[in-house]
Structures are given as C-alpha cells and as structure tokens.
C-alpha cells in the first residue's frame, strides 16, 4: 500500500500509466481505500467545529461526495477521452480520476492535523467571536481543499501526457472532466450539505429537503443580491 501511496505523490507517470494500462481489482480497491481514509479524516475535521456529531456525519458524507462525483460522470468522462483522442476506455478513464481523487484525498488526510490546529484555537461555537470562528474554518477549508484538487489535477496531466503523447490533448482532456466534475460536484455538495455547519442551523445530517433548489440557483441569488 505504501509504494502505491508513493507512486501517487510522486505522479509516476511511468507507474501509474501502467496501471492503468491493465486496471485491475486490487488497483482499483486501493484507491478506493486510500480515498475513504484519507477524505474521511479530512472529512472529520471538516465538521468538528460545530459538533462531534457533526464531525462523524462529514467523515461519511466527504468521501460519499467523492465516490459520487467520480461515478456520476463515469459516462461523460469516458466519452470525452475517446472523442478527444486519448484511447483510454471508460474503465481507464475512471480509474485514472479514481487515482486523481485518492492523490487529493491523501493530501488532504496530511492537512488533518493542520485543520485540527486550527480548529483547537479558533474562537469556538457559542463564544461572541463564534461567526469568526466560522469563517476562519471555512477558509482555511476551502485553500486545503483547493491545494488538493490543483495537485492531484496536476498529477493527472502529467499521466495524461505520458498515455496522449500531446500535451495539448491532455490539457483540454483535463480540462473537459474538470468541467465535468466541477459542475456535478458543487450541485452534490449542495445537496449533501452541511460539512462545517452553520452556528445558528442544528447538527443535521442532511438538511430538510436536500434536493429542493440546486448549488446555481443559489450563486445566483446571492449576486444578485449583491450588485442589482
């Protein structure tokens, strides 16, 4: 498991592109344990402020969110690497984005004690200091998300390149599942909220009626609120 962990760090383009070459079961399971282990962690620090229980729902609901997002655009994924002339199979292509997620799941598992710090001495629910210690959580969540997902992403380009042999293919090959992946997982995100919980909302689970209203409508809302 530690060599596979290494491999994937170290974006081991030679490696990595031979598994996925010839994915196999034992490949796939290991990123998919590396995933619940790492985002899991995570996932507990990202909830830990507002509750404990809160905390054990977004160990659950991080990598759910993940598995989700990967699987949810298995289809369209697959499609766009052959159209864009990568030769990669649908199986290929989603265990190259398994592999891109458990590289980010695994970062963000190294940031856990980072968040944990953070957390320990931000002002704490309840004090009169209680809405910065809100947004001192959810920013330091979104840079250690955001770090996570622009290094696994550069990880896959680089196994892009070595399997296309054109750097501009990979690019909008990447590109294109970005999209992809961007726009299913902020809607899932939106509907399995909360992670880090608002002060004033109770501990949930999932909000009442988590599939009413949808992550776009809400931008929306909220610029224009904001400038008209």
Known sequence: MMERVKALLRGDAERLSNWLAAPDLRSIAGCIVIILIGSGLYGFTLGIWRAPLQSLYTAIKFPALIFLTCGGNALLNGMLAQILGTGLSFKQTSFAIL???AIAAIILGGFSPITLFIWYNAPPIGSESETL???LMLFAHVCAIAFAGVMANRRLLDLLRKIAGDSRTAFVVLLSWLAGNLFLGAQLAWNLRPFIGHPSLA????????LRGNFYEHVWYAIRNLFF
């Open 99 to 101: 592999m891109s997620f």
């Open 133 to 135: 210690g809100h947004s």
């Open 203 to 210: 501990v949930q689970f999932l909000r009442d009626e988590p």
